[in-house]
């Protein structure tokens, strides 16, 4: 998948795709799309991190377009709606919680089941809506509502430290 991406970004490149583009230029464009710009970056954000895009990505790219609070708020709401999606298919195409396993595989998956949202919650903080962390958790027995729940929190932590620190840079620069 990463070789798709690049290839993606290259062939962006190679047709002058990319020429002009600029946080400021995809801000005006978002901001001039209204509620359309909104939902098509929260499309894209779910499709690309189901494609393998990590989801920290797209947080950042939230706050250069949105700015530090508008694009916390929107990298957050995107993180959670594509960690919810991207789980919810995860385990409609793979099947439901890996049962037996190697000893550690056992204790983390009791772990999940015996604390769900604390569970996701550290996940969702140290991965950032991570591919890889999509896939653990659709083969966990964590149910979806506290997925969602574990995912919103876990991912207030990172969301507003890049906020924090896109506003630090951006008073900087």
Known sequence: MPVGVAALLFASWATGLTEGASPESIGAWLEAAGPWGLFGFLALF????????????????????????????????????AAV?????????????????????????????????????????????????????????VRCRDHALGSALGLTVPVGLYSVGYGCLAAVL
């Not at 991190?49 to 995107?78: I, K, M």
């Not at 991207?86 to 396993?101: C, F, M, Q």
């Open 46 to 81: 779910v499709a690309a991190n189901f494609a393998g895009v990590p989801g920290f990505v797209f947080v950042l790219a939230a706050l250069f377009a949105y700015g530090p609070f508008l694009g916390g708020a929107v990298g957050l709401l995107g993180g959670v709606i």
């Open 85 to 141: 999606v991207n789980v919810t298919v995860l385990r409609w195409i793979g099947g439901g919680p890996v049962e037996g396993g190697p000893a550690w595989i056992t204790r983390v998956m009791g772990w999940a089941e015996s604390r769900p949202v604390g569970a996701t919650a550290l996940l969702r903080a140290l991965t950032v809506v991570a591919p890889p962390a999509n896939v653990a958790l659709a083969l966990s027995p």
